[in-house]
């Protein structure tokens, strides 16, 4: 048995196959980990919902920023992009299905010494702490979407309380899971950059290199930041590299380190940044 933890597909279904023929993934015996955002932008967006979910058990996805966005847009709770490309989706007979499917998905998913998420760790969270807020804001996101949907979007607040409390506190752990890439040493968080490290905010730091307390001996899955690229290092699989922009899909086996990739077709003349 093989666990393979691939970055974000967002629609491009084709790679997806491409890359599970590639490896002889076989959902009787391997293990599918996806780190979110499904869907949007590229153009198999209901493709790739009805394929993950026809693996059952043998795929493991987190919610993304993307998949929330789908969510919200199908509850009427935001207008959609003029990049969006959910059309499908929204009319499709099994949509209601898929829908449920996805608001059932976590934020957080841990097994052994790897750990998946969409976007990252916020450093000052212990590891154990982590997990009790994601489990918390999942249950808000599946249990009562709609009455927290009105006010799930905006970039405060900006730092984490404990006292922090409603939807205020659901807002802050959702934005940390499924969108955050830089913070401030001090915690505060910047939802604004979405391009290359070295042209992030001025006083930030990518949130896996400020000191964290989540533990050694845990290696972060996540994807999210395409314009990073493919990042590997103790501690970090970071593996978003862009294939809705003509980049790579990845895979990496968590049993030994292996990656594996396939070239992806530009979707768009957009380029993440």
Known sequence: MATYAVGDVQGCLDALRALLERVRFDPARD???????????????????????????????????????????????????????????????????????????????????????????????????????????????????????????????????AGLRGRDRIRFIVNVFTRMRVCHPDGRLDLTHKGLVDRRPAGTEPWFDLPHQHGDGVTVVCGHWSALGLLLRPGLAALDTGCLWGGWLTALRLEDGAVFQVRGEAERSLKPG
């Open 31 to 161: 293990r599918l980990w996806l780190t979110g955002d499904l869907v949007n932008r590229g153009s198999q967006s209901l493709e790739t919902l009805r394929f993950v979910r026809g693996l059952g058990d043998a795929a493991r996805c987190v919610l993304g920023n993307h998949d929330i966005h789908l969510l919200m847009v199908a509850g009427r709770h935001a207008n959609a992009h003029r990049s969006d490309t959910l059309d499908e989706v929204l009319g499709a007979p099994d949509r209601d299905e898929l829908l449920a499917w996805l608001r059932q998905q976590p934020l957080m998913h841990q097994e052994g010494r790897y750990l998946m998420v969409h976007a990252g760790l916020l450093p000052e969270w212990t590891l154990a702490q982590a997990q009790t807020l994601a489990d918390e804001a999942q249950r808000a996101l599946r249990d009562g979407f709609d009455a927290l949907a009105g006010s799930l979007y905006g970039n405060q607040p900006e730092r984490w309380d």
